[in-house]
């Protein structure tokens, strides 16, 4: 059965996992609404790619990169636009061609109401199989509408406080000793670091973090280490670093080594790789202590907040993670991080062509920004220069 906006708004946003008191939705959006249910309004979907800039060369376990390929999503309804974005590092198998391909496919003309996001999500899900970051991209755009649509951001229509917000992490890439004593400097405000390890300098690496800065660290293996004895080694030595969990240590086939390593581990370790979408959390139960969320692999918001809520109710420990995104992914994952024991979200950082404003760092810790939807403003002529 279809779900009008008011049934929506009606049963708290329930299919959207929202908590929204009838009571809290203000008489002028409620004539609103009544105004716009009477009129036959259509979702006008357009999207146009935005290479990336990297600030600094970007190394992890597996390779180097200076640009990554992304893609501006767009919904307008009824003069209201919501934003979206698909960022798609090479090493995930999406690009520019694929997202273009299947994004071309997306005909939300179909639809009458955007609150009907269950429904829409469904449909361009069931598209194709694979596409998660080109999938965000639509799921992303239709959240910051309807967030929009009900003029509230979506940390408070799923009744978070914005106050409990972590610290973000700023990763450190693999370099040498020199770069990565600079780049830790350059980090100074951040309160919590990300240090990529897993190329075979390991300890110098840490030990060149260490001797500029004594902020607490986690650590990505980005799946480097092969031996589960060395993996235990490394994590009880890096445990008395000051180190708070380690993520995605071993290759993601290795899951009976990752399951003792866990075990055996004085610090939480987090899958990543391992984790795309809802049925991985099943599967990482058990194996991992926890889990790294990032819409861009889990097709957006809605099986995100899914997934936090089932890891949750597993008492599994949750991250929310980024790839290189500018603030419209960065804002829109930002808006679940206050359920997060952990969030890496320092992708709009790296880069030097962002163009929204939205969830900021302010002294290490992410700021949610009180506009509507996922909490984003673009550059002014944003959608004419991209
Ligand atoms: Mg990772």
């Known amino acids: 059965m279809k779900q009008t906006r008011r049934d ?15 009571a809290a939705i203000p008489n002028t959006l409620n004539n609103k609404i009544s105004k716009q249910q009477s009129k036959n309004y259509e979702m006008n979907f357009s999207f146009k790619p935005h290479t990336l800039k990297l600030k600094h060369v970007f190394t992890i376990a597996t390779n180097s990169r200076t640009t990554t390929p992304d893609i501006i999503t767009r919904i307008e309804y009824d003069g209201v636009v919501g934003y979206g974005e698909a960022s798609m590092p090479p090493y995930l198998g999406e690009s ?40 965000a991209s639509v799921d992303i755009a239709l959240y910051d509408l309807v967030g929009k649509l009900m003029n509230q951001p979506w940390y ?25 004593r600079q780049k830790t400097r350059e980090a100074k405000g951040f309160k919590i670091l990300k240090v990529k390890l897993g190329r075979g300098n390991d300890k110098q690496m840490i030990e060149a973090v260490r001797s500029v800065t004594n902020v607490p660290l986690t650590v990505d293996v980005n799946q480097g280490w092969k031996d589960k004895h060395y993996a235990l080694e490394m994590v009880q ?133 009180d506009y509507p939807g996922i909490g984003l403003k673009p550059d002014k002529n944003v959608w004419g220069k991209i």
């Open 237 to 369: 030595w890096l445990k008395e670093q000051n180190v708070e969990f380690v993520e995605q240590p071993m290759p993601k086939t290795q899951v009976d080594d990752i399951a003792w390593l866990t075990a055996h581990s004085p610090l939480p370790i987090m899958g990543d790789e391992s984790i795309q979408r809802i049925p991985d959390v099943i599967k990482a139960h058990g194996v991992y202590s926890g889990i790294n969320i990032k819409l861009m692999k889990c097709t957006g918001l809605r099986e995100a907040h899914k997934m936090l809520n089932l890891a949750k109710s597993l008492d599994m420990k949750v991250m929310i993670g980024c790839m290189t995104e500018t603030s419209c992914g960065i804002s829109a994952a930002s808006q679940l991080s206050p359920m997060a024991d952990w969030a890496d979200l320092d992708g709009n950082l790296l880069i030097s062509n962002d163009p929204f404003e939205g969830t900021k760092v302010i002294n290490g810790k992410l700021s949610l920004t």
């Open 96 to 135: 520019e061609e694929t997202a273009t391909k299947f994004l071309s496919r997306v005909n939300l003309k179909q639809f009458k109401d955007p609150f009907e996001l269950e429904d829409i999500i469904d449909y361009v899900d069931y598209i194709e199989k694979g596409n998660p970051a080109a999938k």
């Open 8 to 22: 929506f708004i009606k049963t708290g946003g329930i299919l959207a996992g929202g908590v929204v008191a009838t």
């Open 156 to 180: 408070k229509i799923w009744g978070y406080d914005k106050s409990k917000t972590p610290n973000t992490t700023f990763t450190i890439g693999i370099d040498k000793p020199d770069v990565v």
